[in-house]
């Protein structure tokens, strides 16, 4: 199945600066790479998407680039603000093979942004 | 529209003891999952439902159940549970159309002592 790994699982920023969260795959069919964010205690919440025939995606402060060659894709924060301070998770969405959508996680990003 | 709602939002349970986790939306979405939480492993799928009436199994499904009551609501029952099976649980629902974007419940914290 799809295994997807997510570094670093820590990153502290000071606000102001860029934050960058990698996420490599393992499934060559994978189509579709959502990046969710999670509050203290909240639940996740899509932040941005992205398709496997997009190479880059942009929604304000936030992108998401993807390359399929080398199976793995990034969440770019700029001009980061103390309310980014979240956990992020990226997944990916195996090929057809994927019965019911599913999707695999990464282990999650802790992002602090330090005022 | 409440979204995808969840009950309980905590619960402690002994070893061996059994309960059920409510999930229910209004977004007249087909699909439905539960997922489990743990810390630095992401979010796991426990099960899945499809449609009103089909469930299956997903990454993690030892020591659960499910059952898709209509196209509300989708329970996961813990028959006995174990110490292991601590986590916070959320449910999550999506429509039929790519990429089905998820949208999840507010979360369950379970511990079992």
């Known amino acids: 199945g799809e295994n997807v790994e997510q570094h670093p699982s820590t990153l502290s920023v000071q606000e102001g600066d860029s934050a960058v969260i990698k996420c490599t795959y393992s499934?060559?069919?994978?189509?579709?790479f959502p990046w969710y964010k999670q509050e203290l205690g909240k639940r996740p919440q899509l932040i941005i998407d992205?398709?496997?025939?997009?190479g880059e995606k942009k929604d304000q402060r936030i992108a998401v680039t993807l390359n399929k060659t080398a199976k793995h894709f990034s969440l770019h924060i700029t001009e980061t603000q103390p309310e980014d301070s979240a956990v992020y998770f990226c997944a990916a969405r195996g090929g057809i093979k994927a019965a019911g959508n599913k999707l695999t996680f990464g282990g999650g990003t802790r992002v602090l942004v330090k005022p | 529209n409440a979204g995808v709602t969840q009950t309980p939002k905590f619960q402690v349970l002994k070893t061996g003891q059994s309960m059920t986790l409510q999930c229910a939306q209004d977004m007249n979405h087909n699909s439905m999952y539960w997922y489990r939480q743990d810390p630095g492993m992401g979010l796991r799928l426990i099960y899945y439902?499809?449609?009103?009436?089909?469930?299956d199994k997903g990454e993690v499904p030892n020591g659960y159940n499910v059952s898709r009551l209509n196209k509300r609501e989708f329970s996961l029952r813990l028959e006995s549970a174990a110490p292991s099976q601590t986590s916070v649980y959320f449910c999550a629902s999506s429509d039929d159309r790519f990429p089905r974007v998820k949208y999840f419940g507010p979360g369950t914290r379970l511990t079992v002592l």
């Open positions: 439902s499809a449609s009103e009436g089909t469930t």
């Open positions: 499934d060559s069919a994978s189509n579709y």
């Open positions: 992205i398709r496997s025939n997009v």
